[in-house]
């Protein structure tokens, strides 16, 4: 027996009748890409039978599968309820349909400058002290060696 035959006991062109069950099932394998002889083997039908009956569900399942899974995630993107989510979200869909989006690049800090405890559980003293190791200033800058910068026509 080759796959392209039907199986035996298989069910002819005429003598198939489609249940929402079967369509299904088709549905599922078509997406899936198995091939058409496998499902009609697993319905016990011929090629041909399968072809005619399940035209729609061979050719558009996946478009309908794809679309189905665009529209949750454009809902997940616009919902307000977990903004996490809908980061996520925009994320995917920027990521797989913008030309322009680019990965993050990722900032670490010099080795031996990361605090030693999170800054949501330190003290004021305990953040000054770690600013002061790493040379930030007040302002929010990094200190400067003492003396005139490159730049500073000055002598």
Do not use: C, F
């Not at 993050?104 to 030693?116: C, H, V």
Request: charged letters at 25%; aromatic letters at 4%.
């Amino acid at each position: 027996m080759t796959i392209e035959e039907p199986p035996p006991g298989a069910l002819g062109l005429d003598q198939h009748e489609p249940t929402e069950t079967t369509r299904s099932a088709v549905r599922a394998h078509a997406y899936n890409r198995v091939p058409y002889e496998i499902i009609a083997r697993i319905l016990r039908i011929s090629v041909e039978a399968l072809e005619v009956h399940y035209r729609e569900e061979l050719e558009l399942t996946e478009y309908q599968v794809l679309a189905l899974a665009a529209r949750n995630i454009l809902a997940l993107a616009n919902q307000t309820d977990d903004l996490g989510v809908a980061l996520r979200a925009n994320e995917m869909l920027l990521r797989t349909r913008s030309a322009h989006w680019r990965e993050p690049k990722s900032i670490e800090a010099p080795t031996g400058q990361l605090p030693s405890t999170k800054v949501e559980h330190m003290t004021l003293e305990q953040v000054e002290a770690e600013l002061a190791r790493i040379g930030i200033t007040a302002a929010g800058r990094r200190d400067e060696p003492a003396g005139p910068s490159p730049a500073d026509p000055r002598p």
